[in-house]
Structure formats: structure tokens, C-alpha cells
């Protein structure tokens, strides 16, 4: 039964590979006694909301603010989320705006950390973090390596610290979060295509508006098998050539949208 659990996590994290819940932050609810975002984690309390809306945000009409508060050894708050993904995209991108000063004298820093995982082994973490206000809105593009080892998901981490004697002074604010380009440049939006026939013996054919747009063919573990210049809004992939199982068809534009499906080779 582990094992048939196991492969449903893998299966299922191909369908929402590279996905952020909510990376806009538009949907909230109440959480016990205060609002959070939805599908994100935080340790609202009853009295001292750590999490909260940004009415001013980047787009739309929320962002997500992080506020450190006292904690009895100083002062942190944090938010998180996760993401079913069999590979590693190549950036973690966002716009951030912060407050980690005094004056001008920085009380605290601000993070956003990013690690993946396979099942409860953690392979990989890259962290972005400041100690200096950041008083505009900032666009962060923070690299990613894509190594080979596949994996079953990532954590997403957004935090806050100060001491002692400045809570509540340092906090961060995030919004359009996403992967291999910002949600908020409008260029990664869902490219729509089918695949049929899916389940297949032999070949397969895409459709859609892809013209112009690049697929890439993804096994199992993530290891890249194909990738393939499209020029016509339907294309046919010839799969003769490789062995049953699943893998992971992928679709990405010159503008950055992106989007994939599974694809089953009987």
C-alpha cells in the first residue's frame, strides 16, 4: 500500500508540477481567530496577526504581508506553502517590498527560501534574504539549480526576524509569485492544449495554440528526454522509440507561459 501511495503523490505532482498556490494572494480566509491566505501556513494567533493582507499591493487587490512579533526570544513571524513537483524549475520569482530599519539602522532581515524534496530527503534549498528596507516594489528573480535527482515537492518559506527590541518594525511584503518568470508580467499564464490520443501505443498529437512554442518531454524522475520546436497549432510527437510508463509533456511559450499535462504511453 506504501508503495501505491508513493507513486499517487508522483503521479499526481506531474499534473501540478510548478504550480504556486494562490501566488497572487487574492483568496483568503479565517483561520481559527484571524485571516490567512489560502493554502499558505501561518501562526496567526488569536491576538497579534503575523500574516496579514497588504492592501498595497503590486496588482490586484491583496499582497501577503509577514511581520515579525515578539516570540520571547526576539521577534520572527513566517508563512509557507507547498508544492507537489517531480523537477526544479529554473527561477523563484516575486516582487517584495520590506521595512528591516530604524532609522537607518537595520533591526532585523527578511527571507524567502525555497527547498525540494524527495519524499522526507531534502536535496536542494536556495535563499534570498535582506537586511535593507526595500521601499518600492522589487522584482526578485532568485536562480535555481536544476539537478538531477527527481523530486516529489517543495516548500516555499517567507520570514521575518528582528530583536528583541524592534517587533513588529520588520516585516515583508510579497506578490506575483511564480516560477520561471513573475505571475504579474502576464506572459506565464496557462498555454491550453490537448493530447490525444492519452493513453497511447505509438504516436501522439498536441493542439492548441502552440505554434511558435517549445515542448519539452520529462520522464519519471524529471530527467528531460525531448525538446521540440513546435511551428503549427498541431503537431504530432512520435513516441515509437520509447518504453511504456508515464511521463510529462510540457509546453512553454517565447513569452514565458507554460503549461504541461500527463501523458500515459501504453
Not at 490567512?36 to 490586484?60: H, M, R, S
Not at 520569482?93 to 537607518?104: E, I, L, N, P, R
Request: hydrophobic residues 40%; charged residues 20%.
Amino acid at each position: 500500500m506504501r508503495y501505491i501511495f508513493l507513486l499517487f503523490i508522483f503521479i499526481s505532482s506531474i499534473s501540478f508540477a510548478q504550480q504556486i498556490p494562490n501566488p497572487g494572494f487574492e483568496s483568503w480566509f479565517v483561520e481559527t481567530w484571524q485571516e490567512a491566505p489560502e493554502d499558505w501556513q501561518t501562526p496567526n494567533g488569536q491576538l497579534i496577526p503575523i500574516v496579514t493582507k497588504d492592501t498595497d499591493a503590486y496588482e490586484g487587490d491583496y499582497a501577503m504581508k509577514v511581520t515579525a512579533v515578539n516570540d520571547g526570544i526576539g521577534a520572527s513571524g513566517w508563512s509557507k506553502c507547498f508544492i507537489p513537483t517531480s523537477f526544479i524549475p529554473s527561477s523563484l520569482d516575486f516582487y517584495v517590498k520590506a521595512s528591516t530599519q530604524m532609522g537607518s539602522v537595520s533591526v532585523g532581515s527578511v527571507s524567502v527560501k525555497i527547498s525540494f524534496f524527495n519524499n522526507e530527503n531534502e536535496f536542494y534549498t536556495e535563499t534570498w534574504s535582506s537586511n535593507e528596507s526595500i521601499g518600492d516594489w522589487s522584482l526578485i528573480s532568485l536562480p535555481l539549480n536544476q539537478i538531477e535527482p527527481a523530486m516529489t515537492h517543495a516548500e516555499i518559506e517567507v520570514e521575518a526576524f528582528a530583536g528583541d527590541l524592534a517587533p513588529e518594525t520588520v516585516w515583508i511584503s510579497i506578490d506575483a509569485m511564480g516560477f520561471d518568470g513573475p505571475l504579474s508580467s502576464k506572459s506565464n499564464q496557462a498555454i491550453d492544449f490537448e493530447i490525444y490520443p492519452n493513453p497511447t501505443t505509438s504516436n501522439t498529437t498536441i493542439s492548441g495554440e502552440i505554434s511558435g512554442s517549445q515542448l519539452s518531454l520529462f520522464d519519471l524522475t524529471g530527467k528531460l528526454l525531448e525538446k521540440i520546436q513546435i511551428n503549427s497549432d498541431v503537431h504530432e510527437v512520435n513516441l515509437v522509440d520509447f518504453p511504456k510508463g508515464i511521463y510529462l509533456m510540457e509546453i512553454s511559450s517565447r513569452s514565458g507561459a507554460r503549461s504541461s499535462q500527463k501523458l500515459v504511453k501504453k
